[in-house]
């Protein structure tokens, strides 16, 4: 296996100036609005659709899609691919019924939807909880997952700090230039990923094929996959019986057949796309029209990332099951599933290389920058605005805006400096799920009952926001301990280190369903209707004729892909 060429730096250099010289046309196109911190954080009014829906998808898949989604699929097969697929789903839900909410109601921010519907309490309550979250968890493991992969493509080694230095500083040049930069640049960010991407499985699935004495054949290599491990190309995982191995017990703990499309995995998806400031913010200073279309085009693109980021996964667990990879799975000895990226990028030809690290970098990068993005926009607008200073002008909001990117980037980098959270032992993908999911229950019921009941009562918010995250908790770590392995609700199975375990997405899924009754019952002893409710028309969700063929589309593809691989 080689390292890098010279053609492949080349690549490398030609992709950085691209995206740093576009991103500084951008930023100088439009100097005067830079003054507003609406257009800083928002782009307010300047992002087309098709930029939108690029810069979703760029954000979106980062280094825990690309390592940790292709290290599920070297565990479970395509099973993994439902988050994607359901993604497509929940985006058309997002675009329909949630966008025009928030667009009608001119809301920026997502604490400042919870402070416009319930109360400040909530709001700030929040407004906390998420810069936790977007800091200590989401970019952490991007960059930690990140560097890890880059660095083994180069070798290993003390590179690692060198390349998470790297990229934090190129996450931090893109993200200074505000939501305008951003989201023009995560277009190139797209192409490149997507190019890189499906470059790197016509490797794998052709070195799957030259392994078993096919030739060079991208269809041969295919449906060896599919030959040599059937299990890995069903997308519903069967529940575990008496007899079942600890491997067929694991891949339901993560992705709990039926069940998890009955409780989790609607909830991860919905409060991910429709609740978070992070994904929200690039269509919150859209058009409904343009925000529509923008959140919709991103689901068709969301189609593709199975494809990218699952089948390389896949193939990597087919040729170590068939003796290749042994080194690159357990470099220094020591196995994991998310190396399985990273041990195909080794055997790309020289100049795909580069091209594969564009689109890894370009990825991480994008992640890195919409994150830190949204960390400014809720710490400058919902924290300092309101609580440090009121009379702040436009100019001092978007220069607090930037310290707040540096100094949330720097913490990450301080605290992956030696995984000081665990990320690695985890694996990335999972890490995220978990600790995102812990709040998800309690946001999402938050969110969806204050859109669409008007009785919905700021002390039931409060009320659902402590109690999805205490019932989160509970059913993770404490109810098999107090109720026992099995109940008439939950299942527990014992898991790789010997613990029973429900699976994480019916624990999310309880959670969602005891918050949501316990905040109706709270709301019943307020008025009938809540003075801070929003006001909603029909005609908000009207659909146009070219936003419905869109979603047909979306609706027909998922379709296919499950009746083939259901």
Known sequence: ????????????????????????????????????????????????????????????????????????????????????????????????????????????????????????????????????????????????????????????????????????????????????????????????????????????????????????????????????????????????????????????????????????????????????QYITQRALGADLKTARTGILFAGLLKLLMPIIVMLPGIAAYVLYKNGALQEEMAPGGVFHADNAYSAILGYLPNGMKGLALAALTAAIVAGLAGKANSIATIFTLDIYKKYIRKEASETKMVWVGKITIVVSILVSVLFTWNDTLGIGGAGGFTFIQKYTGFISPGVFAMFLLGMFWKRTTGAAAITGLITGFGLSVFFNEFATKVFGPETWIYTAYLNKNGIYEIPFQICMGLAFAFTMVLMVAVSLFGPKENPKAFALDRKMFKVEPSVMVLIVITLLLVTAIYVRFW
């Open 1 to 276: 296996m080689e390292k890098f060429a010279t053609v492949d730096y080349v690549i490398f250099v030609i992709y950085f100036f691209i995206v740093a010289g576009y991103g500084y046309w951008i930023y100088h196109k439009k100097t005067g609005a830079q003054n507003s911190s609406k257009d800083y954080f928002l782009a307010e009014g300047s992002l087309t659709w098709w930029a939108i829906g690029a810069s979703l998808i760029a954000s979106n898949i980062s280094a825990e899609q690309f390592i940790g989604m292709s290290g599920n699929g070297f565990e479970v097969g395509i099973a993994v691919a439902a988050y994607e697929l359901i993604a497509a789903v929940a985006l058309i839900i997002v675009a329909v019924w949630f966008i025009p909410v928030y667009l009608k109601n001119k809301i920026f921010t997502m604490p400042q939807f919870l402070n416009n519907r319930y109360n400040e309490t909530t709001s700030l309550i929040m407004a906390v909880f998420w810069l936790f979250l977007y800091v200590f968890v989401n970019l952490t493991s991007i960059l930690y997952l990140g560097a890890i992969a880059i660095s083994s493509m180069a070798g290993g080694g003390e590179s690692f700090h060198i390349i998470m230095v790297a990229l934090a500083v190129f996450a931090v040049i893109i993200t200074l230039g505000g939501m305008r930069v951003i989201g023009f640049t995560d277009v190139i960010q797209v192409i490149v990923l997507i190019i890189g991407g499906i470059a790197t499985t016509y490797v794998a699935l052709t070195l799957v094929s030259e392994h078993f004495g096919l030739g060079k054949d991208v269809l041969a290599g295919f449906n060896k996959l599919m030959e040599d491990s059937p299990s890995h190309f069903n997308m519903i995982v069967e529940k575990p019986g008496p007899g079942a191995t600890q491997e067929e017990i694991n891949k339901y703990l993560m992705l709990p057949g039926i069940g998890m499309y009955l409780a989790g995995i609607w909830i991860v998806n919905l409060n991910y796309w429709g609740c978070n």
